[in-house]
T-cell receptor, first 111, second 116 residues
Framework: QKEVEQNSGPLSVPEGAIASLNCTYSDRGSQSFFWYRQYSGKSPELIMFIYSNGDKEDGRFTAQLNKASQYVSLLIRDSQPSDSATYLCARGSSNTGKLIFGQGTTLQVKP | NAGVMQNPRHLVRRRGQEARLRCSPMKGHSHVYWYRQLPEEGLKFMVY????????ESGMPKERFSAEFPKEGPSILRIQQVVRGDSAAYFC??????????????FGQGTRLTVV
C-alpha cells in the first residue's frame, strides 16, 4: 500500500464547475497535509496546507481533512482553464519536515 | 529573486559521467530537501540536509548518489557514473524550520537531467 494515494486521472471538468481532488494516506499518525500544483515542466507550488480536521478555505480553494477516514481533499470552485495542472497531495513528517507525495491527479478544465 | 535557486536548469550527461546539481536555498532557510521526479511519476524524497549535516538520507540510492550542504555555498547533489535510469527532474526545496505542523517547503525550478 502506498503511503499517499491519488487517482492519477485525468479529471475533466467544465469551466465554472467545482473540481474535487481526493487523497488517502496510510499512516494514522500523519498530522499535516499539503496540496501542491504543478504545471507541466514546472516546479510544484504550494496551494494550501491543513492539519486540523474539517475545512480550510483560501479563495477558490478548500482543503478538507478527515483523520478518522485518513482522507484529504481539495475543492476548486469556479474552475478555470488556468487551473489545468497536476495536483500533488503530500503528507508531512513532523520530525524532519520531509514530504511524502502521492502520484498526483491531472486536472483538465475545459472552456 | 529570493527564491530557491537551482542550476543548471538542464544538464545532459553521457553514461558513466558525473552529474553535479546545485541548490541555493531561500534566504534565511537552513533546511534543504532533494526530490526526484521520474517521467510520469510523483515526487520522491531523496535526502534532507542542514548546514554540514545529513539528517535523513532514507530516499537516496545506496550507490553513486551523494549530497552535501557545506557551511558556505550551495547544496550539491552528486551522481557518479550516471545511467539512463537517472534521467529525471531533480527538485530542491528549502524551509526555515524543522517539522512543525505547517512547515512550508518552497521548491526551486528543478534540474532536468538527461543521460544519453
Amino acid at each position: 500500500q502506498k503511503e499517499v494515494e491519488q487517482n492519477s486521472g485525468p479529471l475533466s471538468v467544465p469551466e465554472g464547475a467545482i473540481a474535487s481532488l481526493n487523497c488517502t494516506y496510510s499512516d494514522r499518525g500523519s498530522q499535516s497535509f499539503f496540496w501542491y500544483r504543478q504545471y507541466s515542466g514546472k516546479s510544484p507550488e504550494l496551494i494550501m496546507f491543513i492539519y486540523s480536521n474539517g475545512d480550510k478555505e483560501d479563495g477558490r480553494f478548500t482543503a478538507q481533512l478527515n483523520k478518522a477516514s485518513q482522507y484529504v481533499s481539495l475543492l476548486i470552485r469556479d474552475s478555470q482553464p488556468s487551473d489545468s495542472a497536476t495536483y500533488l497531495c503530500a503528507r508531512g513528517s513532523s520530525n524532519t519536515g520531509k514530504l511524502i507525495f502521492g502520484q498526483g491527479t491531472t486536472l483538465q478544465v475545459k472552456p | 529573486n529570493a527564491g530557491v535557486m537551482q542550476n543548471p536548469r538542464h544538464l545532459v550527461r553521457r553514461r558513466g559521467q558525473e552529474a553535479r546539481l546545485r541548490c541555493s536555498p531561500m534566504k534565511g532557510h537552513s533546511h534543504v530537501y532533494w526530490y526526484r521526479q521520474l517521467p510520469e511519476e510523483g515526487l520522491k524524497f531523496m535526502v534532507y540536509l542542514q548546514k554540514e549535516n545529513i539528517i535523513d538520507e532514507s530516499g537516496m540510492p545506496k550507490e553513486r548518489f551523494s549530497a552535501e550542504f557545506p557551511k558556505e555555498g550551495p547544496s550539491i547533489l552528486r551522481i557518479q557514473q550516471v545511467v539512463r535510469g537517472d534521467s529525471a527532474a531533480y527538485f530542491c526545496a528549502s524551509s526555515p524550520m524543522t517539522g512543525g505542523l505547517n512547515t512550508e517547503a518552497f521548491f526551486g525550478q528543478g534540474t532536468r537531467l538527461t543521460v544519453v
